[in-house]
């Protein structure tokens, strides 16, 4: 049998976890806290920037907010490149996951110091963080297996259990903390999370053998030198570009979310353009990179309106659903707690779906049904926001959980399908390279769904929900108009 290491690189035999190494606790258990440090603070994150000075937030419009947020977390994704490198060529997974772990923490309790500043400064660095962290654990998941082993698929979704459930309880904690109490102890209570999970990491590293230990393809001597070098001058040309900022006065939070859009859009751009113009890739691979652009930017288009559940649903959920319940009145963020767990429940039922239907419905296909099921829910969302409007009134937090639950199954049909696809479609020379791609689809989703987000302040709430739900039915249609097209260039790959 083949593996991703040698047999020795992967963890001793002895007690398991599931029936699974026991590795898997471990970065099960790392995962889990470092996704309830980021998704704990992503809840409250819009609801502290707008809220009033005299509530204890910043005060921020709802577009530059909302911009705020999507910038953000296209950071998040974007930074999974240049932290896969690091682990690959530099410092290997494992240590990439520590660091990452700490420099999260750290981030988050920067955001707990009570002042105007810590928020941007802690995000800088969750961001950095988290880049490290991110794509290495899922790499050092991996290690633990033979590549065919049948025991893999099922390790990956204990796994991503830990992401899932890391989700669902976040925002109860930090909601109830942030929005009842104070901001910045909810920002504390993610940072405490985050820490517990780099401390059982640490724990329970004797687990893991020597998985993750060494980079997959380290650079030495002058190469070394050289890489550190680059690293080092582009290191000193970002900080020079933001003193330029600073003395000239145009260092403002609208400034800086405008420029990281606008590298997020050329990273990809050129990303494209070097795998595209790559004389050593064959016919077929270019043909199917050619193919695979077409589904990025469904993908791309599908996170521009799926991840404003965490910004303008956020606060249509503080602002407009009555959220009383037996006379107690639950915190707005406590509702991004239904995407996890509808995703618990629907990933099961999702792939045995797509295992009885197999090739009858092709990977477009899967993108085009997503793109629908995603545009109905902003059209559901225009219903929500004229029903309050029009009454005048608040309305029931049902209506936004019919909305994700639209969004999720979405989400089933483009996701973990894009992933595969990903690896199907992928030139044998970025073979490990992709799936940093596909990251970069969420990443300009989110850059650019953060500037679309900002007109939810300019137009009134059901012109801006039917207009982008319209928006991405017609684009899902038109996916499926031009399936056969795409399925050619696919050359082969369903």
Known sequence: MSSDAPVGARPPAGKTFFGHPRALSTLFLTEMWERFSFYGMRAILVLYLTAAVADGGLDLGESSANAVYGTYNAMVYLMALPGG???????????????????????????????????????????????????????MVGDLYERDSPRRDAGFSIFYMGI?????????????????????????????????????????????????????????????????TRIGVATVVLLAVLLVLLVAGWFTVDTVVNLLTVVTV??????????????????????????????????ASFWLIYDQAGSVLNIFAADRTDRSLGGFTFPASWLQSVNPILIIIGAPLAAALWLKLGHRVSTPTKFAVGLVLNGLSFV???????????????????????????????????????????????????????????????????????QVARLADTWSQPVYFLTFGLASVVLGLAAVMFTRQIRHLMAGIH
């Open 164 to 228: 899932n459930l890391g989700a669902f309880i976040a925002p109860l904690i930090t909601g109830f903390l942030g929005e009842r109490i104070n901001w910045h102890l909810g920002f504390g209570a993610a940072a405490v999370g985050m820490t517990f999970g780099v401390l059982q990491y640490v724990l329970g590293r004797r687990n893991l053998g020597d998985a993750g230990a060494r980079p997959a393809d380290p650079l030495l001597g002058a190469d070394r030198r050289r890489a550190l």
């Open 266 to 299: 050329l990273v990809t751009v050129g990303y494209f353009a070097r795998i595209l113009t790559d004389r050593e890739i064959s016919g077929t691979e270019r043909s199917r990179m050619k193919a695979y652009v077409w589904l990025f930017l469904f993908a």
């Open 85 to 139: 490198w690091v682990a690959d060529r530099l410092i290997g997974a494992r240590r990439s996951v520590l660091w990452g772990g700490v420099v999260i923490a750290a981030g988050h309790y920067v955001m707990a110091i009570p002042t105007g500043w810590s928020v941007f400064a802690g995000m800088a660095l969750i961001v950095l963080g988290t880049g490290l962290l991110k794509p290495n654990i899922s790499t």
């Open 380 to 450: 559901l969302m225009a219903a929500a926001a004229q029903a309050a409007v029009g009454g005048g009134d608040l309305v029931s937090p049902l209506w936004l959980v019919a909305v994700y639950a639209i969004q999720v199954a979405g989400e089933l049909s483009l996701s973990p399908v894009g992933l595969s696809a990903t690896t199907k479609l992928a030139p044998v020379k970025y073979a490990s390279q992709m799936l940093g791609l596909w990251f970069l689809a969420t990443a300009v989703g989110d850059a650019i769904g953060g």
